[in-house]
């Protein structure tokens, strides 16, 4: 019962996580920081390139969510525990999302103009999305 709920949980905070500041971004320490979400990321992502806008959406907000509904339906045995395996790609995807955002915030600390500090809305959304990968682990152990 208790990895049920800590699943259903997942559904409320991923929401939460898409909104909290990923980073603090700024040119120069001079000029201030802006803080980047998930979803203000995405907002400048739909206005210059549509491509980049659908694979991060896709990975940041459809694969982890998808994969948490799907582990729930597994978990109240209202989806066939067949389609884990389909489950953990999507968590697999999601965390492609993760490691692109740290992999941008290297990259840009590179540059002397620049000032990034990592916010506490990454490790939130990097830890729903390592917590779901958990679950369903979990999940899968208990069933097999």
């Not at 049920?4 to 000029?31: C, D, E, K, N, Q």
């Not at 840009?108 to 959304?125: P, R």
Request: hydrophobic share 55%; glycine share 8%; aromatic share 10%.
């Amino acid at each position: 019962m208790t990895i049920r709920l800590l699943t259903l949980s997942l559904l409320v905070l991923y929401p939460v996580a898409w909104f909290a500041p990923l980073m603090h971004a700024g040119l120069l320490p001079i000029f201030g920081l802006s803080e980047i979400s998930v979803i203000t990321g995405l907002q400048s992502l739909w206005g210059s390139d549509v491509i980049l806008a659908l694979v991060v959406t896709t990975f940041a907000i459809f694969a982890p969510y998808l994969k948490t509904i799907g582990l729930a339906l597994v978990q109240w045995n209202l989806l066939d525990p067949r389609a884990q395996p389909v489950l953990h790609i999507l968590g697999k995807l999601a965390m492609a999302d993760v490691f692109l955002i740290a992999l941008y915030i290297t990259l840009a600390k590179g540059i002397g103009y620049v000032t990034i500090e990592v916010a506490w809305g990454l490790y939130m959304f990097t830890g729903c999305i390592l917590s779901s990968i958990t679950l369903g682990l979990i999940s899968e152990k208990r069933r097999g």
